[in-house]
């Protein structure tokens, strides 16, 4: 239908008109115009019937077919330019061998390709669809009222490029509807190509040092990444193999697994899995939007995407199970150095990274179950973390710090944005909330397949537990009489945020209908039969109510719990603590910070052995998948 | 219900005590006295106490310290003090730093002499206490409260 | 069919019999300590006196936290106890502990809040072993229904007419599980966050602020919970019922002992020591398992 046509276009050419937009109203006039229909439209996306393809013809026209090439070629030669300008000789290097490789590709082009076969539509990208409208859409949205403060109040110092923040945004989210529907390779690399761009001039944004150091990063891994997705095209090329996604899936494992290989290479290092997680962590200093767009709900969730599209070629060889190992270890890895983080924004890129290797390991193993689990941790992790990192960045513009120990007693100070990262982090890890179902399914997926990726799994859900509840128990925690910062949120930022709030607990609710509706026949469409969680389905379920209900009896034992007295300061209270007297008679404030298990586990020490694991491994999948 | 002479968990306070009457004190924890027989738990914590096991007079020092504990002790509680200091001030009444015994800022419902008290001595007095804090059950179950300073 | 009846019975029965429990280890460590210790019953004193206090709280919500805590350990023995998913049993069990150390963070003293963070090292500490003893139980059983697991699977190999319990074939899990057992009841080496004895650097750490009705529901889930814990030990030896009660006590005895004889390790000694047992005892099972499958 045509209507997925007019989702991947209409943000492509707002956001290109949005270049031209100098005025607040007419801007946000126009990203509502555009965004709110999309968002719309995605959702009504879920309804339809799956899978279809476009029937039009000029898709494979030449009109469309030498625009994108010419698109191609010039985002190649400008990553190349700044390679150049730079200094950079690898950004350099990559951008020209892929620009080298599509020359090539187009001389020696076999003739043109059916129309069918460029867009598929079926439930994974309906999905994706879904998270990048809906999900994206309310971060653009919020974007609007946070640009503005961004730029007016807290940091004057940066150049105002609102015009092309936002047009990056629209682009974006333009290229992804584009990627989430591409079956045709060439045109999946041309949307993935437009992502690393956009990737890169939104971490620039600021244009201190720090960000362009670490957008030439991002630029780099990325480009390694599209690389390897070139090289992909050309093999199948040089075989004469298939060269669209459903094809390469249909197709027999002796031809497809090296491309498969190669198409997991680029979605990990677009997933920013170890060894490419640098980039991620770097792309924090990016203001807040673009951290919960790019590089929490949206951006990377593309690199994951691939690596499921890919599971059913990955199952059941070692590829595939390579491919879950990295996962695995991203995992763990990720998970222990999320612990060691007092800087939120840098737990959040951590907890990210973590959860994409869980997804990735689903991809992986690729049995149906873990698929399932797959797509539901994107689906869970998508809406919490972006619920997340918009929250924190509002903490951090009105109490001017993302230092965990600076939350203290937050649920005073900002109570409504506190019970919001409250519901965001249960959302996260806590059973029966939706990211628990996700990883008991992936526990049960792992242990039919390869039994000895579990202690993994134990050990990063372990830490994943534990720096979730120091960051909610330092949220909860009240010391002494702190104040409450009014005004809290604007009209415009609850709307959004309450209403991601309310998506988070509807998904988790309604998990079983999400499952039903949407990924299950996706499994179907795979033609694959599942032995999903059923009976524990309906234990959940009740667990789920059991629990809910008990919250609201909360605010009837709320103030008849008993009688207020003060915290134990050894007796020497002064009013109702912290304070205390000290020795000599010397009032003190007592002050605590949470454990961040220093002297046992160093962030660059587990970065290190990660990426030196994972290199490995790397190298590794493409030796034998070029040997099988 | 039962249980309100049976779980007698005390915290102990040295208010300015030269530490003879805490060393008898903690004597009766030991294997000789054994006071766990009763069910008597040291817990160090007010919110957890039911007895307040006070040593040694008061100075400025430890005036709002006595306070501020005996006020985070839930309802009911008793107050023993121990030793002759606790009682009235002892040989150091006179001093100029000393106030007196600990009845000068709280109500005290046991005085147990001595210098240092005996733990078979401290042993009694925390098991008359038990009797005081029974009937400070009774009437709280009643609703009249005898405490000047509950819910403060 | 959900059992009903045990869940009935466990939910009546726990309390008293982890009560009885709590008593019987302070009588057991009052004897190994050459005292003579307290009367059998001394827990159910203890919690009613404490149900007859006033209640002070440093915020009004954190008995919330104590119920709910309450609520889910009852109802994660009741999953077990009726031979649900142990999985979900894991997963409830954690979530226990988080809404207790979300009400121990909630008393905002500085004893409470690093009591807390103690009590989430711990669970950090302990949560790998669960999860790879479950796994572990799934391996040998093929089922992680806790009713299968306790007829030890169809697989089992069968001696004299009788099944053999399952530790013949998890041996190092159950030895991993006993170390964090260890963990779980708050016994010395690991009584990091709140100790039942008596003054420790914490005041009484996590369990600091509670008072009166707040502090009772505490114990009366660590009541369920003793029970829970000492039922998963007998699911090793489950098909021998009578040497599987036995056991329990046995090593209900050994933890007190245990408790007595060592001193408090520091928490980095704690997490460090109970994960290399993990990796080796619990990971170690499961390769060998995988190996021989």
Redesign the interface.
């Given at each position: 239908m045509e209507l997925i046509l007019a989702l991947i276009a209409l943000p492509l050419i707002a956001g290109l008109a949005m270049l031209a937009v100098r005025g607040n109203k007419l801007r946000a006039a126009l990203l509502c115009a555009v965004v709110i229909p999309v968002g719309v439209a995605s959702i009504l996306l879920t309804a339809m019937d799956t899978p279809f393809t476009s029937s039009l013809v000029n898709l494979s026209g030449p009109a469309i077919h030498w625009s994108m090439f010419a698109l191609e070629m010039l985002m190649g030669l400008f990553m190349a330019a700044v390679g150049v300008r730079y200094q950079r000789p690898l950004i350099y290097l990559l951008a020209l061998s892929q620009v080298a490789i599509l020359g090539w590709l187009e001389v020696n082009a076999h003739g043109a390709e059916s129309a069918a076969g460029i867009l598929y539509v079926d439930k994974l990208a309906v999905i994706m669809a879904l998270i990048n409208g809906a999900i994206g859409g309310g971060i653009c949205l919020y974007a609007l009222s946070y640009m503005k403060d961004y730029h007016e109040h807290d940091h004057k110092e940066v150049a105002d490029r609102r015009p092309l923040f936002f047009a990056l945004l629209l682009i974006f989210m333009g290229a992804m509807f584009g990627l989430v529907f591409s079956n045709n390779l060439s045109w999946l690399q041309f949307f993935w190509e437009i992502t690393t761009l956009c990737s890169f001039l939104l971490i620039g944004y600021t244009q201190t040092p720090e960000a362009h150091k670490n957008a030439l990063r991002a630029l780099t891994m990325n480009l390694l990444g599209g690389l390897a997705f070139s090289l992909a095209i050309l093999y199948l090329h040089r075989k004469n193999g298939p060269m669209d996604l459903q094809s390469l899936l249909a197709s027999s494992k002796a031809i497809v697994l090296l491309p498969a290989a190669l198409l997991a290479f680029a979605g990990i290092t677009k997933a920013a899995q170890l060894p490419f997680s640098s980039w991620l962590l770097g792309a924090m200093v990016a203001p807040t939007p673009v951290s919960a767009l790019l590089h929490s709900s949206t951006m990377v969730k593309a690199g994951v995407y691939m690596v499921l599209r890919l599971a059913p070629v990955l199952a059941g060889n070692s590829v595939g199970l390579i491919v879950a190992i990295i996962g695995s270890v991203t995992f763990v890895v990720g998970s222990l150095a999320a612990t060691t983080q007092s800087d939120a924004k840098r737990v959040l890129a951590w907890s990210t990274i973590a959860n994409l290797g869980l997804i990735v390991l689903c991809g992986g193993i690729g049995t149906p179950e873990a698929i399932w689990a797959g797509v539901l941790l994107i689906i869970f992790h998508a809406l919490a973390k972006c619920l997340l990192f918009l929250c924190v960045g509002l903490v951090e513009h009105k109490t001017h710090s993302r230092d965990i120990d600076a939350m203290s007693g937050l649920v005073v100070r900002m109570p409504r944005v506190a019970i919001l990262m409250l519901i965001g982090m249960a959302g996260m890890f806590l059973a029966p909330f939706g990211m628990l179902i996700s990883k008991w399914a992936v526990l049960k997926a792992v242990i039919d397949q390869y039994p000895l990726l579990s202690v993994f799994i134990a050990f990063g859900g372990a830490a994943t537990l534990y720096f979730w509840v120091k960051w909610m128990g330092k949220i909860v925690e009240v010391v002494g009489k702190p104040e409450p910062l009014r005004p809290e949120l604007t009209w415009g930022q609850a709307s959004i945020l309450y209403g991601m709030a309310a998506a988070t607990f509807a998904t988790c609710m309604l998990f079983p209908l999400i499952s039903w509706a949407l990924v299950e026949p996706y499994l179907a469409e795979l033609h694959l039969k599942s032995d999903l969680l059923s009976h524990g389905n309906l234990i959940l379920v009740m667990l789920m109510m059991a629990l809910i209900l008990l919250f609201p009896l909360s605010f009837l034992y709320y103030g008849r719990g008993g009688t207020l007295s003060e915290p134990y300061l050894g007796g020497a209270n002064v009013d109702a603590g912290p304070t205390f007297v000290g020795s000599a008679g010397v009032i003190t404030t007592s002050a605590t910070r949470g454990y961040y298990l220093h002297g046992i586990l160093d962030e660059r020490w587990l970065a290190r052995c990660g990426e030196f694991a994972c290199i490995a491994l790397l190298a590794l999948m493409i030796l034998l998948a070029v040997t099988l | 219900?039962?249980?309100?002479k049976?779980?007698p968990?005390l915290i102990h306070?040295d208010a300015s005590s030269c530490n003879g009457c805490d060393i008898e004190t903690l004597a009766c924890?030991?294997?000789v006295y054994?006071v766990?027989?009763?069910?008597i738990?040291?817990?160090?914590?007010?919110?957890?106490a039911?007895i307040f096991l006070v040593t040694g007079a008061v100075n400025p020092?430890s005036h709002?310290?006595?306070i501020?504990?005996y006020?985070?002790m839930?309802?009911?509680k008793v107050v023993v003090a121990v030793g002759t200091c606790a009682c009235t001030g002892g040989i150091f009444k006179e001093c100029y730093n000393v106030s007196g015994g600990i009845d000068k800022v709280i109500p005290v419902d046991v005085y147990v002499p001595g210098c240092a008290a005996r733990p078979e001595a401290i042993i009694d007095g925390v098991v008359r206490a038990l009797a005081v804090l029974e009937q400070k059950?009774n009437a709280?179950?009643k609703g009249v409260s005898h405490d000047a300073t509950a819910?403060t | 069919m959900i059992p009903w009846l045990n869940i009935l019975l466990y939910l009546l029965l726990a309390p008293v019999v982890g009560g009885l429990l709590s008593g019987l280890d302070r009588i057991i460590s009052a004897r190994m300590q050459s005292r003579q210790g307290p009367p059998i019953l001394q827990p159910f004193y203890d919690v009613s006196k404490l149900w007859q206090k006033q209640t002070l709280v440093v915020r009004s919500s954190q008995n919330f936290f104590i119920v709910v805590f309450l609520a889910a350990v009852i109802f994660t023995g009741g999953l077990f106890f009726s031979g649900s998913d142990l999985l979900l049993v894991v997963f409830g069990m954690t979530l226990a502990a988080v809404f207790f150390i979300m009400g121990a963070f909630k008393g905002s003293s500085p004893f409470s809040f690093i009591g807390a963070q103690r009590e989430l090292i711990q669970v950090m500490a302990y949560e790998p072993m669960i999860l790879l003893a479950a796994i572990g139980m799934y391996m040998a059983t093929r089922s992680f229904q806790v009713a299968e697991i306790a007829g030890a699977g169809d697989h089992a190999a069968k001696v004299a007419g009788h099944t053999l319990p399952l530790v013949f074939a998890l041996p190092g899990i159950f030895l991993g599980l006993l170390y964090m057992l260890i963990i779980k009841f708050r016994k010395s080496p690991f009584d990091l966050s709140s100790s039942h004895h008596a003054h420790q650097e914490l005041v009484r750490g996590a369990t600091t602020e509670f008072s009166g009705r707040g502090l009772a529901l505490i114990e009366i889930a660590h009541w369920y919970e003793s029970v829970l814990f000492l039922g998963w030990v007998y699911l090793f030896f489950a098909t021998l019922p009578v040497l599987g009660i036995a056991v329990a006590l046995l090593v209900f005895v050994l933890i007190i002992l245990v408790d007595n004889v060592f001193a408090r390790l520091k928490w980095q000694a704690a997490l460090k020591s109970a994960w290399l047992v993990t990796l080796l005892l619990g990971f170690g099972n499961i390769v060998v398992l995988s190996l021989l499958r």
């Open positions: - | 219900m039962f249980g309100a049976k779980s968990w306070y924890l030991t294997p054994d766990e027989r009763l069910g738990v040291n817990t160090g914590n007010p919110k957890h039911d020092q709002d310290v006595i501020n504990i006020r985070e839930p309802e009911p059950y709280r179950k819910n | -």
